[in-house]
C-alpha cells in the first residue's frame, strides 16, 4: 500500500483543485516527486489536462473517484496530475511521444505511462474508458496489465525505452537546409494541400470533429488580401467564415466561439470555451470585416468581444482562460434550452422569426433540448415572413436579448481564472484589429488595459512571465508568450502608436534572443536556456490549434527588424528560415504560419511611417481603405519621443514609404504617398 497523499488541495489551479478530493493520491510535478518514483521504482502515471475538458470531467468521475480504481492507480504507481494551461512545456513534451508512440495526434486527457528512471514514456493514450468499449481494454484492466508489463517484462520495457530514446535523440537532431530559402515559394504548395481537405459542402477542412482552424482562414485572407487567392478558394474561405459565424459553434445568444463541431455542419459543438480560440477567431473575423464590409463577420467579431467583456474580463483589465463545457456535470446545460421555454419567453412574431431562422421544428438538436443553431439568415426569414428587414433585425435583437435573460438563471459553468500572458496576447493583438474599424476606441482601451498590466506586473527584472495566478506573477515565460505578445505590440504600434509599447517590444526581442535562440543552427526553443531540462527540448516549427511559435517568431523579427533598422532581428529569422524549411517544403500544410510569413519575407509589405500633425489622421486611414491588409502603417504622434531610425529625420506633416532594405522619397501629401504605394503594389 502506498502512504502518499493526495497533495493538489494547495494548489491555485481550478483543473488541479477540482482532482484534490479525489481517492488517488495525485502528485505534482517536481524534483522531489521524480525522486520518489525512483527511490519506489514504481512507473509514473502521468495524466494531463484543463479545466475546460469534457473528456478530462468523464475519466474523473469515471475512474479518478472511484475508490477501486484509485486503490490499483496508488497500488502500482507514482500519479502525477499536471494543468496543460501551467505546463506547456510537459504537455509538448508529451504530446510529442504520444504521436510517436502510436502514429496518431493525442489529446486531453492525456494518458501517459512514464520510466521512473528517465520519465522517458512506454505506453500513450488520452481518454480510457472505466469498462472496456470497442476493443480497448478498460481502465482497470489496463492499469494491471502495464503493472505487469513493467515487472515481469523487464528487458522487452528497457527496449523499448531504449527505442524511444533513440526516437527523441533523432528528433533533436537539426535537418540541414540543402536549397537557398530567398528564390523558393511554398504557397502555391500550401493553398494546394488546403484545397485537398475543403469541406465543399459546410465549408472549413476535414471530416468531423472539425475545428475552425483560424491559421487556415487567417493565411487564406492574407493572400486574398494580395489578390493572389483563386475564385474558388476565395468562395471556399467565405463559406466557412459564413458557415462558423451562423451555426451552432457560435454562441449567437452570450457570443464567443465554442471549441470544435461535433457534425460537419458546424452545429452541435463540445460546449468548452477557450480564450486562444476566440482571440484568434476575433483577428480573423475583424480582418474579413474590414475586407470584406459583411455584417455578418462584424456580428461574429463582435459577439468575441461581447463575450469576453461578460465572462472573461479580470478586474485588473486581462482575460481568463477558459469556460467549462459542463454545468453540474452535464455538457452544455447552460447553453441548451427546451422548445417551450424558448416559446414562453418571446412574443409571437419572435418566436415565429426564431422558429424560421434557427429552423425550430422536428426533434430537438441535443438530447431533447435546443441549441441554436442558425439555418436560414436574417434576410432570407424576413422574406419568407413577409417583414421588412429592419422589421425582421428589431424582432431578432429583442429575442436575443430575452433569451440571454432566460439562459442567466442556468448555474454558469466554470470559468479558469488563470491569466495567461500568450492567450492575452492573442485577444489583445484580435481587440486591436477590430479597434482599427471604425476607430472603436472601447476595444482599443480593452487591449491597451491588458498590455499595461502586463508590462507593469508580468514583466519583472527584463524576464517575462507566463502566467499570473494568486494576485503575483507565475513561472517563467515560454517562446509563444514571448512572441504572441510582440505580435500583440506590433499590432499595438500601427493602431495607435505609444512609447511605452516600442520600448517594451524591443525589450522582448532582445530577452527573446538571449533566452530562446538556437544560436548554431537558427530558430528558437520553446523553453529557455535556463528552464527545467526535460526528456525532449521542442523547437515548434508545426501549427497546431495556434500558430507555430516560431512562425510568430520570425514575423515579428522581420518587421520588428525593419521597423527599428536592426540587422540581428533580421538575420535570426533568416537563419529560422534555414532551419525551418526542410519541414516546410516535406508538409507546408502544417507549418502554414512559417510559409505566411516566409511568403512575407520574398514579398516584403511597405511599411508607412506618418509624423503627426494633427491632421494625419486621414491619410492613415485613406491608406488603410485603399490596401487593406497589404500595408504595415505607423502614425506616430508629435509628441512621440521614440522613434524608428529612418523616422527621425522626419518633419510633422510628412510621409516615408519603405520596403525591405530601401526607402523611397518622403511625400509631403497623401496623394504622394497613395502613388508610391499603388506603383510598389501593382
Given at each position: 500500500?502506498?502512504?502518499?497523499?493526495?497533495?493538489?488541495?494547495?494548489?491555485?489551479?481550478?483543473?488541479?483543485?477540482?482532482?484534490?478530493?479525489?481517492?488517488?493520491?495525485?502528485?505534482?510535478?517536481?524534483?522531489?516527486?521524480?525522486?520518489?518514483?525512483?527511490?519506489?521504482?514504481?512507473?509514473?502515471?502521468?495524466?494531463?489536462?484543463?479545466?475546460?475538458?469534457?473528456?478530462?470531467?468523464?475519466?474523473?468521475?469515471?475512474?479518478?473517484?472511484?475508490?477501486?480504481?484509485?486503490?490499483?492507480?496508488?497500488?502500482?504507481?507514482?500519479?502525477i496530475k499536471v494543468d496543460r494551461e501551467?505546463?506547456?512545456?510537459?504537455?509538448?513534451?508529451?504530446?510529442?511521444?504520444?504521436?510517436?508512440?502510436?502514429?496518431?495526434?493525442?489529446?486531453?486527457?492525456?494518458?501517459?505511462?512514464?520510466?521512473?528512471?528517465?520519465?522517458?514514456?512506454?505506453?500513450?493514450?488520452?481518454?480510457?474508458?472505466?469498462?472496456?468499449?470497442?476493443?480497448?481494454?478498460?481502465?482497470?484492466?489496463?492499469?494491471?496489465?502495464?503493472?505487469?508489463?513493467?515487472?515481469?517484462?523487464?528487458?522487452?520495457?528497457?527496449?523499448?525505452?531504449?527505442?524511444?530514446?533513440?526516437?527523441?535523440?533523432?528528433?533533436?537532431?537539426?535537418?540541414?537546409?540543402?536549397?537557398?530559402?530567398?528564390?523558393?515559394?511554398?504557397?502555391?504548395?500550401?493553398?494546394?494541400?488546403?484545397?485537398?481537405?475543403?469541406?465543399?459542402?459546410?465549408?472549413?477542412?476535414?471530416?468531423?470533429?472539425?475545428?475552425?482552424?483560424?491559421?487556415?482562414?487567417?493565411?487564406?485572407?492574407?493572400?486574398?488580401?494580395?489578390?493572389?487567392?483563386?475564385?474558388?478558394?476565395?468562395?471556399?474561405?467565405?463559406?466557412?467564415?459564413?458557415?462558423?459565424?451562423?451555426?451552432?459553434?457560435?454562441?449567437?445568444?452570450?457570443?464567443?466561439?465554442?471549441?470544435?463541431?461535433?457534425?460537419?455542419?458546424?452545429?452541435?459543438?463540445?460546449?468548452?470555451?477557450?480564450?486562444?480560440?476566440?482571440?484568434?477567431?476575433?483577428?480573423?473575423?475583424?480582418?474579413?470585416?474590414?475586407?470584406?464590409?459583411?455584417?455578418?463577420?462584424?456580428?461574429?467579431?463582435?459577439g468575441i468581444v461581447r463575450w469576453l467583456?461578460?465572462?472573461?474580463?479580470?478586474?485588473?483589465?486581462?482575460?481568463?482562460?477558459?469556460?467549462?463545457?459542463?454545468?453540474?456535470?452535464?455538457?452544455?446545460?447552460?447553453?441548451?434550452?427546451?422548445?417551450?421555454?424558448?416559446?414562453?419567453?418571446?412574443?409571437?412574431?419572435?418566436?415565429?422569426?426564431?422558429?424560421?431562422?434557427?429552423?425550430?421544428?422536428?426533434?430537438?438538436?441535443?438530447?431533447?433540448?435546443?441549441?441554436?443553431?442558425?439555418?436560414?439568415?436574417?434576410?432570407?426569414?424576413?422574406?419568407?415572413?413577409?417583414?421588412?428587414?429592419?422589421?425582421?433585425?428589431?424582432?431578432?435583437?429583442?429575442?436575443?436579448?430575452?433569451?440571454?435573460?432566460?439562459?442567466?438563471?442556468?448555474?454558469?459553468?466554470?470559468?479558469?481564472?488563470?491569466?495567461?500572458?500568450?492567450?492575452?496576447?492573442?485577444?489583445?493583438?484580435?481587440?486591436?484589429?477590430?479597434?482599427?474599424?471604425?476607430?472603436?476606441?472601447?476595444?482599443?482601451?480593452?487591449?491597451?488595459?491588458?498590455?499595461?498590466?502586463?508590462?507593469?506586473?508580468?514583466?519583472?527584472?527584463?524576464?517575462?512571465?507566463?502566467?499570473?495566478?494568486?494576485?503575483?506573477?507565475?513561472?517563467?515565460?515560454?517562446?509563444?508568450?514571448?512572441?504572441?505578445?510582440?505580435?500583440?505590440?506590433?499590432?499595438?504600434?500601427?493602431?495607435?502608436?505609444?512609447?511605452?509599447?516600442?520600448?517594451?517590444?524591443?525589450?522582448?526581442?532582445?530577452?527573446?534572443?538571449?533566452?530562446?535562440?538556437?544560436?548554431?543552427?537558427?530558430?528558437?526553443?520553446?523553453?529557455?536556456?535556463?528552464?527545467?531540462?526535460?526528456?525532449?527540448?521542442?523547437?515548434?516549427?508545426?501549427?497546431?490549434?495556434?500558430?507555430?511559435?516560431?512562425?510568430?517568431?520570425?514575423?515579428?523579427?522581420?518587421?520588428?527588424?525593419?521597423?527599428?533598422?536592426?540587422?540581428?532581428?533580421?538575420?535570426?529569422?533568416?537563419?529560422?528560415?534555414?532551419?525551418?524549411?526542410?519541414?516546410?517544403q516535406q508538409s507546408p500544410e502544417t507549418?502554414?504560419?512559417?510559409?505566411?510569413?516566409?511568403?512575407?519575407?520574398?514579398?516584403?509589405?511597405?511599411?508607412?511611417?506618418?509624423?503627426?500633425?494633427?491632421?494625419?489622421?486621414?491619410?492613415?486611414?485613406?491608406?488603410?481603405?485603399?490596401?487593406?491588409?497589404?500595408?504595415?502603417?505607423?502614425?506616430?504622434?508629435?509628441?512621440?519621443?521614440?522613434?524608428?531610425?529612418?523616422?527621425?529625420?522626419?518633419?510633422?506633416?510628412?510621409?516615408?514609404?519603405?520596403?525591405?532594405?530601401?526607402?523611397?522619397?518622403?511625400?509631403?501629401?497623401?496623394?504622394?504617398?497613395?502613388?508610391?504605394?499603388?506603383?510598389?503594389?501593382?
Amino acid at each position: 500500500m502506498s502512504d502518499l497523499i493526495n497533495r493538489l488541495s494547495g494548489e491555485t489551479s481550478p483543473y488541479l483543485q477540482a482532482h484534490s478530493q479525489q481517492p488517488v493520491h495525485w502528485q505534482t510535478w517536481t524534483a522531489e516527486t521524480l525522486r520518489l518514483a525512483q527511490s519506489q521504482k514504481k512507473p509514473i502515471l502521468l495524466s494531463i489536462g484543463y479545466s475546460a475538458c469534457h473528456w478530462c470531467h468523464g475519466m474523473a468521475r469515471e475512474s479518478f473517484s472511484d475508490p477501486a480504481t484509485a486503490a490499483l492507480m496508488n497500488e502500482y504507481f507514482i500519479n502525477i496530475k499536471v494543468d496543460r494551461e501551467e505546463r506547456p512545456d510537459l504537455d509538448d513534451v508529451y504530446q510529442t511521444a504520444h504521436q510517436m508512440l502510436t502514429g496518431r495526434p493525442g489529446g486531453w486527457p492525456l494518458t501517459m505511462f512514464l520510466c521512473p528512471e528517465t520519465q522517458l514514456p512506454f505506453l500513450a493514450g488520452t481518454y480510457f474508458a472505466k469498462n472496456a468499449h470497442e476493443g480497448q481494454l478498460g481502465f482497470d484492466d489496463l492499469l494491471e496489465r502495464v503493472n505487469s508489463y513493467f515487472v515481469h517484462q523487464q528487458q522487452d520495457f528497457k527496449m523499448l525505452r531504449n527505442q524511444v530514446e533513440a526516437s527523441f535523440q533523432q528528433l533533436m537532431q537539426p535537418v540541414l537546409s540543402g536549397s537557398d530559402q530567398a528564390s523558393v515559394t511554398l504557397l502555391p504548395a500550401a493553398l494546394r494541400s488546403l484545397r485537398a481537405n475543403q469541406d465543399e459542402a459546410e465549408g472549413g477542412f476535414g471530416a468531423p470533429p472539425k475545428f475552425p482552424l483560424p491559421v487556415n482562414l487567417s493565411l487564406l485572407l492574407q493572400v486574398e488580401s494580395s489578390h493572389q487567392l483563386s475564385e474558388y478558394d476565395k468562395a471556399h474561405l467565405h463559406l466557412s467564415l459564413s458557415q462558423m459565424a451562423q451555426r451552432g459553434i457560435n454562441d449567437r445568444i452570450g457570443g464567443g466561439f465554442f471549441r470544435y463541431s461535433t457534425d460537419a455542419g458546424w452545429n452541435i459543438p463540445h460546449f468548452e470555451k477557450m480564450l486562444y480560440d476566440n482571440g484568434l477567431l476575433l483577428d480573423v473575423y475583424a480582418r474579413a470585416w474590414i475586407q470584406t464590409d459583411n455584417p455578418l463577420y462584424k456580428s461574429a467579431a463582435l459577439g468575441i468581444v461581447r463575450w469576453l467583456r461578460q465572462h472573461m474580463l479580470t478586474l485588473h483589465g486581462t482575460f481568463f482562460s477558459a469556460m467549462d463545457a459542463e454545468t453540474n456535470g452535464k455538457e452544455g446545460a447552460y447553453y441548451t434550452l427546451a422548445l417551450d421555454e424558448i416559446r414562453s419567453s418571446l412574443t409571437p412574431e419572435e418566436f415565429t422569426l426564431f422558429q424560421q431562422m434557427f429552423g425550430l421544428r422536428g426533434e430537438a438538436n441535443f438530447f431533447g433540448r435546443w441549441h441554436l443553431s442558425q439555418q436560414e439568415d436574417l434576410n432570407t426569414a424576413a422574406k419568407q415572413l413577409m417583414l421588412t428587414r429592419e422589421t425582421a433585425l428589431e424582432l431578432y435583437r429583442g429575442g436575443r436579448e430575452k433569451i440571454e435573460n432566460l439562459r442567466a438563471y442556468n448555474p454558469l459553468p466554470l470559468i479558469d481564472h488563470k491569466v495567461l500572458t500568450g492567450w492575452n496576447a492573442l485577444v489583445i493583438k484580435g481587440l486591436l484589429v477590430l479597434a482599427r474599424k471604425d476607430n472603436e476606441l472601447r476595444e482599443l482601451s480593452l487591449a491597451h488595459g491588458a498590455i499595461d498590466f502586463i508590462r507593469e506586473n508580468m514583466w519583472v527584472n527584463q524576464r517575462l512571465f507566463a502566467g499570473w495566478q494568486g494576485e503575483k506573477p507565475v513561472r517563467h515565460a515560454y517562446l509563444d508568450d514571448f512572441v504572441f505578445l510582440m505580435d500583440a505590440l506590433l499590432e499595438s504600434l500601427q493602431t495607435q502608436w505609444r512609447d511605452e509599447d516600442y520600448q517594451f517590444v524591443i525589450a522582448l526581442a532582445e530577452s527573446l534572443l538571449r533566452l530562446h535562440e538556437d544560436k548554431e543552427f537558427g530558430g528558437f526553443f520553446y523553453t529557455a536556456h535556463d528552464a527545467e531540462s526535460l526528456i525532449y527540448r521542442s523547437k515548434p516549427f508545426m501549427d497546431t490549434a495556434v500558430p507555430s511559435a516560431n512562425g510568430i517568431a520570425a514575423k515579428v523579427l522581420l518587421r520588428l527588424g525593419h521597423l527599428t533598422a536592426e540587422p540581428r532581428y533580421l538575420q535570426a529569422a533568416q537563419k529560422l528560415f534555414s532551419a525551418a524549411l526542410p519541414v516546410m517544403q516535406q508538409s507546408p500544410e502544417t507549418h502554414l504560419t512559417l510559409v505566411q510569413v516566409h511568403q512575407e519575407s520574398l514579398q516584403p509589405l511597405p511599411q508607412v511611417m506618418i509624423m503627426d500633425n494633427g491632421f494625419m489622421d486621414v491619410w492613415e486611414r485613406d491608406i488603410r481603405q485603399t490596401f487593406p491588409g497589404q500595408v504595415l502603417c505607423y502614425r506616430l504622434p508629435s509628441a512621440a519621443v521614440l522613434h524608428p531610425t529612418e523616422a527621425m529625420s522626419m518633419d510633422p506633416g510628412e510621409a516615408l514609404v519603405c520596403t525591405a532594405d530601401r526607402c523611397l522619397a518622403v511625400q509631403k501629401s497623401c496623394n504622394g504617398i497613395m502613388h508610391q504605394l499603388t506603383e510598389l503594389l501593382s
